[in-house]
Nanobody, 118 residues
Framework: QLEESGGGLVQAGGSLRLSCLAS????????MGWFRQTPGKEREMVAT???????KYADSAKGRFAISRDNANNTVYLQMNILTPEDTAVYYC??????????????WGQGTLVTVSS
């Protein structure tokens, strides 16, 4: 189970840090990611971090957001800086574990709302 926290209302130019806590399983071998979705649009990747620490970012997040993981505490973070109203969305935590013998395991959190006011 993945549980996000840290969403809320912030003014443009401000910062938020989202947290994703995994319970009942270890995240050590998972690729973790943050996605976001706004009404009427498809869910999009914001940032991912592999088990080895490699990161990927959406173009809109580069230079402003930073994803990190704390395997010892089964937590993944998304530090978001210089927020704009276009960052307003529900943010979802995602984990993916490769299974060489069958379907990969994937999990989603319930989402946390981030609202950026202008």
């Amino acid at each position: 189970q993945l549980e996000e926290s840290g969403g809320g209302l912030v003014q443009a130019g401000g910062s938020l840090r989202l947290s994703c806590l995994a319970s009942g399983r270890s995240l050590g071998t998972d690729t973790m990611g943050w996605f976001r979705q706004t009404p009427g649009k498809e869910r999009e990747m914001v940032a991912t971090v592999s088990a080895g620490g490699g990161t990927k970012y959406a173009d809109s997040a580069k230079g402003r957001f930073a994803i990190s993981r704390d395997n010892a505490n089964n937590t993944v973070y998304l530090q978001m800086n210089i927020l704009t109203p276009e960052d307003t969305a529900v943010y979802y935590c995602h984990s993916r574990r490769v299974n060489p013998f069958g379907p990969n395991e994937e999990y989603w959190g319930q989402g946390t709302l981030v609202t950026v006011s202008s």
